[in-house]
Structures are given as structure tokens and as C-alpha cells.
């Protein structure tokens, strides 16, 4: 299948003028990108980088088909009870690969295929309205998805579903309405999904949460949905394969971290925006979002010394967010890096009809079509900012499919990984967040959380004098 | 109706540490800010800043207001045809005022209100499936928003939808299927409403499209959907009442602005993370988003000078983004200040049930409720915050209502004038966009534009050793 393009003309010095980057940066860079493909390829596949394989992984992509071609036509509805990585892969999927109104069809207009809901937040309102007003029990689906089966907000929802489904349909019918996707051996889900018999998935060890979208987190929902996962995962070996090449200049992932560490440390421009130009794309910017954050921000480096690092990665959307954000983008501080996503061919054409061709002002559009329209716009905002002196970059998909999408992820997987290493930090922990779990522990009165309560309980109250 | 509040305690240095605001700072500030607030309620209503006024205009609301009871029951769907400001508003009351499913809920169960689609983008994917396999025509109302009539996303939508009409339902039945926001006497589509006799409203020349959401621009579509119009606007002249004072101390608005300003000027954090913790709010941080982001992105102060300022806003959600973005927040560079949106009460209480008691790890959540969590992980999350040495905001909304969401609304609206005051610039206009609209109507092939797109053709071609 064709390759998806990235092309980096815009971020160049020479192109775009003092704010942008010299090409003897990159040249200078490139032995230390070689190094840094070198180390990861040599450990693909070893402590946390098990996502490097998942592309080629064969059991389980064999058992999930398997298990979507069995519960064809069963099941009305389907949710998955996850949050982060256990969720933002499959809402990118959804978005890309589904139809853009799918949850909204009947039945027959989804051609029998589920509808998919990704419970990605606790919010209560909006959990009972899905559960009363939306979902049928009898016919709905529970994917639930927590590696350690400690996830607070899963694991409440898990408990909300799991009664639901015991006293409406009777303990019997538990493993008919809920699957399990957690660890192999270890976690608090997993026993449970043993002693329930569910059907249930692992998420290797080495696979940390926002590198999951590839493995059973990803894929079960999407093939539960019709959605083609071989053509995903041969996306991801293509791009995998690509970006095997020590090359600076024919390895697109080394490319693209090469360009945004070098504009967040040399140009102090460490905002990185991913502007998608197809309303199917929209949410792997999301994804992305968490990929880029997650991974590289982070308070010690490597050596343990204080680095307080971490580019921050934007959501927006073309051409909706040239009305919003590009104002900002083209004038405000030049800290930016954009990247636009757009795609060669859309899945249809729609013209736009021939009317008020007296109107000046719009009467020009008229007889042409929504295509070249968005395409012009994505063409004009680009020249707008390069001729502003604006970095950006731009991603090009041959079509919004299955395959271009394993690619896409896989770019910006290996891309995160080897901006690891040029930052020199570990891209796979998250020790920022423990806090906040220990925090949440303690106010709702977990067992062994008792000291942490106390210490919250005795914080110093607010100054009423600052609140307004 | 009890006010929204707003707690700055944490982001003072007295509380979180060096990287926070020193009160002193205020204090200094705050003569400036008294002096922004009398130049802006001087001048309230004059030139730009019409949005003043709006919680207080009387016209067009009954005029809006009979309009929709005179509808009640007659549509199926509402389509708005609007992009940036003229969309953002209305999507953020969708989300916070329908039912969280709402558009999936049969007639019934959406108690005769008409569904709300908001179109604004010109995919031509999701445009061809809304309309081929979501709406009947025969029981759509478009409304179609542009102050100009020359925003080329909107009306080749319009374009699209009025030739569907008239070649379905015929031209005599155009009327009762288009209604036409736009300027009162000028631009491209005032011409053609009255011409067309469409019902028609104005967006008063005073009033830019990023403060229009209480114009009949947010109004006629939340009117059509049920919402209590009314009571957003108490809501804003509540908030208009309290941002009237010129103590910087018992100014919300000011007091928001001052933070932001004090932050991005004196300690280098440019980035404001809006985090609402409710579904129903998600929303609003688009809103928000575009408001911050288009008023204060600018490349020259009032004296000409250049300056190329701009907080740049970032939308989270809680407690989603706890899995995606906290890490960052917490452990990356001290460049944000993060406000987090809270509620005193969810409108229903959700039990967590009580199963799974013998589990470590998960029996303390059983019989306790999500709404307990979902405010324990806000407190916890602001916690580590603090801990961290980050600024942090907490707004707390009474409930998710119309009165809240007019405080919260018209809070932002006065926050950013007061903001464009400290940065002396020009909140309101948006000179950085025209380049690639320029680019947009040359590429289109517009009549006039024709030097433009030579321009554009002859730019130099990209070097192909940077496509990858």
C-alpha cells in the first residue's frame, strides 16, 4: 500500500526565515538520531518496548477475529470501560474508520455492526443516561480494560456493569456480556476474570498504556466494530520497516523528533500542534496528545538530575480551528511547531452546487466541490504561517484507511521513542501521576491511605481573601 | 441564583513556591487593573464591545423566543451552519444543557425537541453522511450564521443546503426550512435573506463572532432546542454585575486576567490549560480556547509596535486528561497555569456498587458514588498540582445550568477584554487570519485574486530531500 508522506520543507530556516531551523542543525544531529535508532532497534522489543512488535504479533490478532466473527450480529452495543491509552487508540479508530455518524444509525444503516461507546470518563451524568436511556443490557458488550486492574475510574465502572449485567441477566450470563483486557499473570482484574471465566486479553508487560493502541486495547474493539485489523497492523509494519533506516533523511520518525527537539531546545518553540484536515482524523490528535505528553514530559532525565522537560502537543482541527487557534499560531510567540495532517483522496466527492453565482463574494465557489475547498484551505493556512515564519510540517495520507492509520501510529510511536532518547529520558514511566492517585486513595478512604488523609485534612485553608 | 466562584489561592507563591505569583505582584497590578475596568465599563457597548450589552438587549430575544414556540414540534433536526465563533458557543451549551446522548434519543425521549447538528467543518465526508443518512429534509431546519456572508466554509454549506431544499421541497417551502443570521444591512447574505424572505437576525456590528454566544447567534439555537434562554442571560448580567467593581480583589474577571497575565509576563507561563471536571463542561474550554486565543494572539500592540504576544489556551478534560496530560503538567516545564472547572452538585447521584468488597485495590470504591470520585480525583489532581509547584485555578459552578453557564460565559468575555487591556492590544480583531484567506479565494480560482495565485504557483518547489 502507499506510503503516507511527511514533508519537513516548512520547518527550514531557508524556507521560512530566522524562526525556523537550519539544516546544519539536522546535520549536526544526525549522528546522535543514527545512535538513537541504532539502541532502539538493537532493544526493540525488550523492557518497555514491546510495542515494537505488535505489529508482527500473530496469537492473539488470531483469537480476537476469531472472537468478533463468533459474536457477529449478537450485540446491539458496545462499551468499553477504559481511560488514556486504554481508550484513546479505539476513539481514533472509531472516528477514523467508522461512519462519521455511525452511533446515530439504525441497525441496518451500520450494516449490523455494533454501535461503540468509549466510556472514558466517570463523569455520573453522563454514565446513567448511557447505561438508562442508550444501551439495551440484554444486547451490550463490556470491554474493560485496565493493565492493572487498580485503574480507579475503570475499575467503578467495571463494578457499575458487572451488577448490571449479575442482577438483570443473572450470574450465568456474565461471561456473555463481559470481556476482560488486562495483564497475562499480575493486577487485581485478572483473578477476577479467571474466577468469572471471562473471555479475556493480555497486554504484554512491555507494553505500557499510551503504546497499546496495536495490541487486544485497540483491536478487539475495532474488530468487534468490522473494522479491517490486519490492514492496521500491516499500516504499522510498513512504517515500521521505514523507519528502520539509521538515515535522518529517509527515516520519517526520527525525522519528525529530530525537527521538534531541535525547535523546542534551539528555537525554544516547544508547543507542538497537530492540526488534522479530515474530520475522520480528529481524535489521533488526541492520541497523540497523550503520546507526546506523557512520554516526554518529565521532571529528571536519565542521570536522575532535574530536567523538567516535555514539549506540549495542542489539539487542533482544520479547517474549523483556522477560525480559532490560527490567529494565535500566526502572530502571537513563535513557540510552535504545526503539523498539519491531510489526505490525498477523501472517500467521496461532494460539490458544491452551482447557486448565487451573481453573488459576489461567494458566487466563485459555486460548481466546484468541498474537496478542493478543504484542500485549498489546509494549502492556504500553510502558506500563511510559512510566510509568517511559522514552522510546520505536513503529514499526507494516500486515504483515510485502516491501513494509513497503522502507519500513522506506528510514525508517531517510533517518533516519541526516538524523542525519548534525544531528550535523554525514560519516555516510559509516568512517575508524575502517582501523587495524584496516592491523593485520590486517601480522599476516598482506601485501607493504608490513612497518613495521606490526615495530611490532607491539615493542608493550610484557603485565603478567603483569593476567592471571588 | 448563588454565583460561580473562583479560587486563586494555589497559584500564589506564598502556597506553591517560587514558580507561583507573589502577591505582591497584585498588588502592583491592581491600580492597572482598576483602570482597565473603568476604561472598558466607560466605554461599555461602544465600538467593539457590544457583547457588553447583550445579557440586557430585550428585542431579539422575544423575537427568538416566539420563534421557537412557534416550531415547537415542527423539526426534527436543527442544523447550524456556522464555524469558529458562531459554532463554538452553541456546541458548548449542547453539551452542557441536552441530555448527554441527546442526539441518539428517539422524539420521545427527547421530549419533541429537535436534534442539534453543528456543522462546522466542510468535510466532505461527514457532510454527505449527515445529509444522506441522518437528516430528512423534510423535517430540517438550517440555520445558517455569517456576519459577513463571505465565509466561504459557511456559505458553500449554505450553498449546499438551500439547493437541497428547493430542488426537494420546492422554492415556496425555502422559507420554512432556512433561517439567516448575518449582519443587520451589510455583507453577501443579508441581500439574500430578504430577498428569500427568510426569517432573519442580526449580529449587531459591535459584537465579533468570538463574542457572540449571547447573541442571537448561541440564543436561536438553544431557544429552538428548549434551553432557558432567560436564564443564561440572568447568568451573564449576574457575572456583569459582579465584573462592574474595580477592585481587583472582588473582580473575577480582573482578577482571572491579572493571574494570566502576571504569569505568562513574570514567570514565562504563556500556556493556559482550561480542565473542566464534567462532561456537560467539555465544551466550554473550546469556547474558551477560541476567545483567549484569537483576542490575545497578536503581532502588534495598539502603538504599532510589534510584540507577537499570545497566552496560548489548551483544552483538558477531567478526568480523562489525568491519563494523558497531568503528567506533563506536573512534572514538565513551569509554563501553564491550569484551571480546573468544578460543580457543587451533579445534577443525579451515581452509587458505585458494592460488589468486589474483598478485592485490594478496588473493594474501598464499592458503596461509595462516582460523583464522590469524580470530585475526590479534582481535589486530588489540584493537590499534586500545588505540591508540584504549579498554578492552579479552581472555578466552581453551583450546578450545570443556563444561569451558571451565562456566569461563566460573560466571566471569560470580561477576562479577555481585561487581558487585551494589560497586553494593550487589540482584543478584537484578527488581522493574522486574512493571509490564508486570501490564499483560500486564490486557490479557489475567486475573480480579483488572480496575481495572488500566481504568487502562490510560483513559490519555490519543495526540496524533495525533506519529503520523507
Given at each position: 500500500m502507499p506510503?503516507?508522506?511527511?514533508?519537513?520543507?516548512?520547518?527550514?530556516?531557508?524556507?521560512?526565515?530566522?524562526?525556523?531551523?537550519?539544516?546544519?542543525?539536522?546535520?549536526?544531529?544526525?549522528?546522535?538520531?543514527?545512535?538513537?535508532?541504532k539502541v532502539l532497534q538493537k532493544n526493540r522489543g525488550k523492557e518497555m518496548t514491546g510495542w515494537f512488535e505488535l505489529p508482527h504479533e500473530k496469537e492473539q490478532v488470531k483469537k480476537i477475529l476469531a472472537s468478533a466473527r463468533r459474536k457477529r450480529g449478537k450485540y446491539e452495543d458496545i462499551v468499553v470501560l477504559g481511560i488514556g491509552g486504554s481508550a484513546l487508540g479505539t476513539i481514533a479508530l472509531?472516528?477514523?474508520?467508522?461512519?462519521?455518524?455511525?452511533?446515530?444509525?439504525?441497525?441496518?444503516?451500520?450494516?449490523?455492526?455494533?454501535?461503540?461507546?468509549?466510556?472514558?470518563?466517570?463523569?455520573?451524568?453522563?454514565?446513567?443516561h448511557?447505561?438508562?436511556?442508550?444501551?439495551?443490557?440484554?444486547?451490550?458488550?463490556?470491554?474493560?480494560?485496565?493493565?492493572?486492574?487498580?485503574?480507579?475510574?475503570?475499575?467503578?465502572?467495571?463494578?457499575?456493569?458487572?451488577?448490571?449485567?449479575?442482577?438483570?441477566?443473572?450470574?450465568?450470563?456474565?461471561?456473555?456480556?463481559?470481556?476482560?483486557?488486562?495483564?497475562?499473570?499480575?493486577?487485581?482484574?485478572?483473578?477476577?476474570?479467571?474466577?468469572?471465566?471471562?473471555?479475556?486479553?493480555?497486554?504484554?508487560?512491555?507494553?505500557?498504556?499510551?503504546?497499546?493502541?496495536?495490541?487486544?486495547?485497540?483491536l478487539l474493539p475495532a474488530a468487534l466494530?468490522?473494522?479491517?485489523?490486519?490492514?492496521?497492523?500491516?499500516?504499522a509494519a510498513q512504517m515500521d520497516t521505514r523507519c528502520k533506516t539509521a538515515s535522518l533523511y529517509k527515516n520519517p520518525a526520527a525525522m519528525y523528533a529530530a525537527i521538534h527537539y531541535l525547535a523546542d531546545t534551539n528555537l525554544k518553540a516547544p508547543l507542538s500542534v497537530m492540526m488534522p484536515y479530515a474530520s475522520g482524523l480528529k481524535d489521533v490528535a488526541d492520541w497523540y496528545c497523550q503520546l507526546w505528553a506523557e512520554s516526554l514530559g518529565k521532571a529528571r532525565n536519565r542521570k536522575g538530575k532535574v530536567v523538567n522537560v516535555g514539549p506540549t502537543p495542542i489539539k487542533a482541527v482544520g479547517v474549523t480551528d483556522q477560525h480559532s487557534q490560527v490567529q494565535l499560531y500566526t502572530e502571537g510567540p513563535y513557540d510552535k511547531v504545526v503539523t498539519f495532517i491531510g489526505v490525498d483522496k477523501f472517500n467521496l466527492k461532494l460539490p458544491i452546487p452551482q447557486v448565487f453565482k451573481e453573488v459576489e463574494g461567494i458566487g466563485?465557489?459555486?460548481?466546484?466541490?468541498?474537496?478542493?475547498?478543504?484542500?485549498?484551505?489546509?494549502?492556504?493556512?500553510?502558506?500563511?504561517?510559512?510566510?509568517?515564519?511559522?514552522?510546520?510540517?505536513?503529514?499526507?495520507?494516500?486515504?483515510?484507511?485502516?491501513?494509513?492509520?497503522?502507519?500513522?501510529?506506528?510514525?508517531?510511536?517510533?517518533?516519541?521513542?526516538?524523542?525519548?532518547?534525544?531528550?535523554?529520558?525514560?519516555?516510559?514511566?509516568?512517575?508524575?501521576?502517582?501523587?495524584?492517585?496516592?491523593?485520590?486513595?486517601?480522599?476516598?478512604?482506601?485501607?493504608?491511605?490513612?497518613?495521606?488523609a490526615k495530611k490532607i485534612a491539615g493542608r493550610k485553608a484557603a485565603d478567603k481573601k483569593y476567592i471571588l
Open positions: 506510503n503516507i508522506r511527511v514533508d519537513c520543507n516548512e520547518v527550514l530556516a531557508n524556507r521560512i526565515g530566522i524562526n525556523g531551523i537550519k539544516p546544519d542543525w539536522l546535520k549536526k544531529i544526525e549522528p546522535k538520531a543514527k545512535e538513537a535508532i472509531r472516528s477514523a474508520l467508522l461512519h462519521p455518524y455511525h452511533n446515530m444509525l439504525d441497525r441496518q444503516m451500520r450494516k449490523g455492526q455494533p454501535r461503540l461507546h468509549i466510556m472514558d470518563n466517570i463523569d455520573p451524568v453522563s454514565m446513567e448511557l447505561f438508562e436511556d442508550v444501551i439495551d443490557i440484554h444486547k451490550t458488550l463490556f470491554v474493560v480494560i485496565s493493565k492493572s486492574g487498580a485503574t480507579a475510574e475503570t475499575m467503578s465502572q467495571f463494578m457499575l456493569a458487572f451488577e448490571l449485567v449479575e442482577s438483570c441477566l443473572g450470574e450465568r450470563n456474565l461471561k456473555k456480556h463481559l470481556v476482560a483486557i488486562t495483564d497475562a499473570d499480575k493486577g487485581f482484574l485478572r483473578p477476577i476474570a479467571e474466577e468469572l471465566g471471562l473471555e479475556s486479553y493480555f497486554i504484554n508487560d512491555d507494553v505500557g498504556g499510551r503504546f497499546s493502541v496495536l495490541s487486544p486495547v485497540g466494530c468490522g473494522m479491517d485489523v490486519r490492514a492496521l497492523l500491516t499500516g466563485y465557489l459555486g460548481g466546484q466541490n468541498f474537496n478542493k475547498l478543504m484542500e485549498a484551505e489546509r494549502r492556504a493556512t500553510q502558506i500563511a504561517l510559512s510566510d509568517a515564519g511559522r514552522m510546520n510540517l505536513s503529514i499526507t495520507l494516500p486515504k483515510i484507511d485502516a491501513n494509513s492509520l497503522g502507519q500513522l501510529f506506528f510514525l508517531f510511536e517510533v517518533a516519541t521513542a526516538i524523542a525519548g532518547e534525544f531528550y535523554d529520558i525514560d519516555a516510559y514511566n509516568q512517575p508524575g501521576v502517582e501523587a495524584g492517585k496516592i491523593a485520590t486513595y486517601a480522599l476516598m478512604g482506601r485501607k493504608g491511605y490513612e497518613k495521606e
